[in-house]
Nanobody
Framework: QVRLVESGGGLVQAGGSLRLSCTAS????????LGWFRQAPGKEREFVAA????????FYADSVKGRFTISRDNAKNTVYLQMNSLKPEDTAVYYC???????????????????WGRGTQVTVSS
C-alpha cells in the first residue's frame, strides 16, 4: 500500500508562488508515474501536470503551462509542483496521484491513477 501526503498549500496573493510537495510512504516511487490534479469548488477534478517514471518527460495543462513546473526526487520519494505567477483561478484543492507503470510516457488521465493523496488547499487572492 502506498500513502501519499501533500503539503505546501496556503493563501497567496495573485502573482505569488507556492511549492507543493507530495511524499510517499510504503513503497519507493521510482516505478511510478506521477501527476497533480486539482478541483475547484463546484467543478470537476482536472489535470494539472504529470511526470514520467524516469522523470525525463513532463506534460502540463494549457492553463498552467509556463507557470507551473513538476519535478520528482526519487531519493526523497517526493514529487513537487512549483507554482509561479499564481492567479485567482488557480484556487483549488490540489491532489497528487501515483500509478505503478512500465510505460515511459506521462499519464494525464485521472482514471489511470491508483493512489491519491488527500489534497492540499491553494487559495489565490486577487
Amino acid at each position: 500500500q502506498v500513502r501519499l501526503v501533500e503539503s505546501g498549500g496556503g493563501l497567496v496573493q495573485a502573482g505569488g508562488s507556492l511549492r507543493l510537495s507530495c511524499t510517499a510512504s510504503g513503497r519507493t516511487l521510482s516505478t511510478f508515474a506521477l501527476g497533480w490534479f486539482r478541483q475547484a469548488p463546484g467543478k470537476e477534478r482536472e489535470f494539472v501536470a504529470a511526470i514520467s517514471r524516469s522523470g525525463d518527460s513532463t506534460f502540463y495543462a494549457d492553463s498552467v503551462k509556463g507557470r507551473f513546473t513538476i519535478s520528482r526526487d526519487n531519493a526523497k520519494n517526493t514529487v513537487y509542483l512549483q507554482m509561479n505567477s499564481l492567479k485567482p483561478e488557480d484556487t483549488a484543492v490540489y491532489y497528487c496521484a501515483a500509478v505503478i507503470t512500465s510505460r515511459r510516457a506521462v499519464i494525464t488521465d485521472d482514471s489511470e491513477y491508483t493512489y491519491w493523496g488527500r489534497g492540499t488547499q491553494v487559495t489565490v487572492s486577487s
